[in-house]
Structures are given as C-alpha cells and as structure tokens.
C-alpha cells in the first residue's frame, strides 16, 4: 500500500518513515502542503497521513480540497491538536481516523493495516481472473484452489495488475506503488518480483509488453 506522509517535523517524519518502511509500507514524504497537494493530482496514494500545522497552510485545508473533489482516499490525521473539538472538526471534514502526538509506532501501522483492510473491501474483497483469486480482504492468494503464499511486495504488485487487467502499467509506475519516493531501487526489482511471481503462479497470467510494462489479460 502506497503511504503519502505530509509531516514538516523532520525528526519525526524520518522515523515514521523508517517504521512503516519495516512494516512493509511503501511512503512518500512530504514536508509542507502545497507539495502535497501536487503530488496527489500527478498520482494519488491510496491512504495519506496528515499532519495538520503545516508550514504554508493548516491540513484541514488540505482535507476539504480533497473532499471538494470527490477524492475519497482514505485520511488519518496526525496532530497535536488532541482536544475534542478539533477531532470532531477533523472528522467532520472528512478524515477517516485522527490519531494524537506522542503517539506510538506500532499504533499508527495498525491503524493504517485497519484502512488498507476497509479500503480493500469497498474495492471488492476478491479479484478473478481465470483460476487466480486475489483476496484483498485476508491478502490470500489462491491458484486453481491452491493457496500460494506471497511476499508483501509480490501481493502489491499483482493486486496492481489484477486491479487493471488489460492495462498496461511501465515499470516506473510499478515501482511508485511499491517503493516510497527516495527509497533505494535496484534497476531490475520489478522484473525479479514479476519473475517469482510467475513461478509461483504457475499459469500464463502476467503478459509483459517489450518496451513498456506489463499488464495481465482480461477474462
């Protein structure tokens, strides 16, 4: 799952990163608002943690232009504004959760894994496509009824492909959805991870287009 962090707090932020990063998270980082909010018009994340005292404009902002546009990512805000008037303002304006500093790490990954679980779910809980069965709700995997045990990563990219069939995605794409922006990729990581997961599959799902990507055929 891609993570959008706006967070100016750099001592903070760094170690957030690195915790979601060991959690499995793929994150961009961002430090201030304006950078946020053209980010997600190029390619929005599927769940963005908002800190709301931003250096150039308050979260809530952030927030209601998303809502305003119809974009129903989903949103946990991260503040120190821990009264109960501006949770239920943060609420009301659309954030899907609102979690307090200090907070604890382990806390804020469970809340993300809660979020990925619902969005999961509202996009449909299993994707066919011939005898493969992808099961967004218990990230389970199923091949002619066989359960097929995958890395985090590995279930992140085929979800991207079964999500899309018959669209072709570069790899550069891939990548976004699987590495947060800074973080080190080796040249070839999408062909390896295309590559294990051909061989656990077992059956002609993954088409890779010469020049441009991959996608996965429609049924």
Do not use: C
């Amino acid at each position: 799952m891609q993570i959008m962090l706006v967070e100016d707090d750099s001592l903070l932020a760094d170690g957030m990163v690195k915790a979601l990063k060991r959690d499995g998270f793929a994150v961009n980082w961002l430090r201030d608002g304006s950078s946020a909010l053209d980010s997600i018009v190029v390619d929005a994340p599927d769940v963005l943690v908002l800190d709301l005292g931003l250096p150039d404009m308050d979260g809530l902002e952030i927030l209601a232009w998303l809502r305003n546009r119809g974009l129903h990512m989903p949103v946990l805000i991260l503040t120190a504004r821990d009264s109960t008037a501006d949770k239920i303002a943060g609420l009301d304006k659309g954030a899907d959760d609102y979690l307090t500093k200090p907070f604890d790490m382990d806390e804020l990954s469970a809340r993300l894994r809660a979020l990925e679980r619902r969005l999961s779910l509202e996009k449909h809980s299993e994707i066919h496509n011939g005898p493969v069965v992808l099961d967004t709700a218990a990230h389970q995997l199923h091949v002619d009824g066989r359960e097929v045990d995958l890395s985090r990563r590995e279930y992140m990219l085929l979800k991207a492909l079964m999500e899309n069939p018959g669209s072709i995605q570069t790899r550069e794409a891939l990548e976004s959805k699987l590495y947060g922006a800074g973080e080190e990729v080796g040249s070839n990581a999408i062909e390896v991870h295309i590559h294990n997961l051909r061989k656990k599959l077992a059956v002609d799902l993954i088409k890779t287009v010469r020049g441009i990507g991959y996608t996965v055929k429609k049924q």
